[in-house]
């Protein structure tokens, strides 16, 4: 099972925010090894690609996609702001170091 993480910044929120969730994207795939890592154990029997989930070796975003690793929810879009969901990590995650990692990486 997973633990999707929804995660913005103040920056996101505000209007014009979309570049920036778009820029957080853009790092978070830099990232993915280091992030699958240690998003909890398993993964690699629930990333697959099926079933609404990404294969655990590719990385994508993408608006409305629950096919994507990580998805831009579609008002999050219309509004040009919002925020993102990281639907990597597993339900056996630790909710500080996935918080801490995207944090990381994106700020």
Do not use: W
């Amino acid at each position: 099972a997973g633990c999707h993480t929804n995660f913005s910044t103040k920056k996101m929120r505000e209007e014009g925010g979309l570049k920036a969730i778009i820029e957080a994207c853009e790092a978070l795939g830099k990232t993915h090894e280091k992030h699958i890592a240690a998003y909890g154990e398993g993964n690699e029997r629930r990333l697959t690609g099926d079933c609404e989930t990404n294969s655990i070796d590719d990385f994508k975003y993408g608006v409305a996609d629950r096919g994507a690793s990580i998805r831009i929810p579609r008002q999050t879009n219309a509004e040009g702001k919002g925020y993102l969901e990281d639907r990597r990590p597993a339900s056996n995650m630790d909710p500080y170091v996935v918080t801490g990692l995207i944090f990381d990486t994106t700020c």
